[in-house]
């Protein structure tokens, strides 16, 4: 399912459910480079969209980009954390470290998203709002198919309990007491639950990816035409950045042309 690709000997990965698109989950060997230099390897003539990321759930597109005035003032870049496209042959980007890169597609359309989901945009509930954008535009759920890119493995991720209640809220089995312990022991309780325990006192493990994957299953998402990279950003330092593992703001970008 998932493959690795080079381009003058630097290595990316693949995802077999987006083959009918042009992507690329870039390692940190690529580094420094920005989206507007590596979106040549994927498409020539492809136009470059990007923001400046704020760990929300704001999702535009290239015209959105192009009127918005909330931007970065050192860039000029917009502000959000999902970039949706129009048209053929635009390429749009995210950057992530040990948050969730997710590339998403729409067969009817053949328009696409990228998305940068860490916790905090995961308890927003970003890639729902990426899906149900790309699905005003036409086709319906059986036409969309995601891959969730390298990232930290909730094996290794250690949070607050209060960080995994607020993000596996939205994919809860049943409403939420307001009972800390009694919500986390439920969560704890689902089959191939996100939330695993965790040695310290107040603190749990959590699974963002599964978050994620678990939000698009419950919006209607075929479970089939959903996949999560076997690659976590914080045990492959020959590979990713990471910054629980380095702390340092280095990233690697991951990328989709429309087609």
């Not at 042009?22 to 003539?45: K, N």
């Amino acid at each position: 399912m998932w493959q690795w690709q080079t381009w003058s000997g630097l290595p990316y990965l693949t995802c077999d459910l987006l083959a009918d698109w042009q992507h690329g989950f870039f390692t940190r060997q690529f580094a420094p480079s920005e989206p507007h230099e590596l979106t040549p390897v994927l498409a020539a003539t492809a136009t470059t969209h990007r923001l400046k990321q704020i760990h929300g759930k704001i999702v535009l597109t290239p015209t959105e980009i192009a009127s918005t005035v909330e931007v970065e003032v050192e860039t000029g870049n917009a502000l959000g954390d999902g970039v949706l496209t129009e048209q053929q042959a635009q390429a749009v980007w995210v950057a992530s470290a040990d948050c969730n890169p997710i590339l998403i597609a729409n067969r009817h359309t053949g328009n696409v998203a990228a998305v940068h989901a860490g916790w905090r945009g995961t308890s927003l509930n970003i890639v729902t709002v990426a899906v149900q954008r790309l699905l005003i535009q036409g086709g319906s759920l059986t036409d969309i198919v995601v891959a969730i890119g390298p990232a930290i493995d909730g094996n290794v991720y250690q949070v607050t309990k209060q960080v995994g209640l607020e993000v596996c809220a939205s994919i809860a089995p049943k409403s939420l007491s307001g009972d800390l312990e009694a919500d986390l022991a439920d969560l704890l309780a689902m089959p191939n639950s996100p939330l695993l325990p965790d040695e310290q006192a107040g603190r749990v493990r959590l699974d963002v990816r599964r978050v994620n994957q678990l939000q698009l299953e419950a919006l209607g998402v075929d479970p089939d035409r959903i996949s999560i990279a076997p690659h976590c950003t914080f045990q492959e330092p020959e590979y990713f950045f990471s910054y629980r593992r380095e702390k340092l703001k280095k990233i690697q970008w991951s990328g989709i042309v429309s087609s």
